[in-house]
């Protein structure tokens, strides 16, 4: 894991992308999808065109479901309170095969308003969009964000 979540500015997104499902641990900039960043990689716009392309430009910030648990399973006996999980839940879900984007940033921050033409741009909850096998905040069969009251 080469950067660890922090609240509102390196966020946990879930990426679809060719039927596969893939977790990243990234700075939030990225995810302004229909905005010219300078720090990505002269990508214009992020889309289903350029989505290859900037997938492996970030595949070091690739992390796997069982990492993101393991995180999970370290810090749950600490969690005391909403605030003090918020930087671990998931923010940001691209799906660049349907064309959707779902934010749950819990800032004042709008990344579903720079979603590419076509596209459908929503801040909603998107954790039940996410396999089963992919929920890194099951754990032994538990809800760890459950208990405490998040999601």
């Not at 499902?21 to 214009?44: A, K, P, S, V």
Request: with cysteine; charged share 30%.
């Amino acid at each position: 894991m080469k950067l660890l979540p922090e609240y509102a500015q390196i966020l946990i997104v879930g990426v679809v992308f060719q039927n596969s499902w893939t977790w990243y641990i990234t700075e939030r900039e990225y995810w302004f999808l229909n905005i010219e960043m300078e720090d990505r990689f002269g990508i214009e716009v992020l889309d289903e065109s350029t989505a290859e392309t900037f997938l492996n430009k970030i595949k070091e910030y690739k992390v796997s479901t069982l990492e993101l648990t393991d995180m999970i399973v370290e810090l749950k006996d600490v969690f005391q309170n909403y605030d003090e999980v918020l930087e671990f839940l998931p923010t940001i879900y691209v799906d660049f095969d349907k064309r959707e984007f779902f934010s749950s940033f819990p800032e004042p921050m709008s990344f579903e308003d720079y979603v590419p033409e076509g596209w459908i741009g929503e801040y909603k909850s998107f954790h039940e969009l996410v396999p089963v096998k992919e929920r890194y905040w099951l754990v032994d069969n538990e809800d760890i964000f459950k208990k405490l009251c998040i999601l």
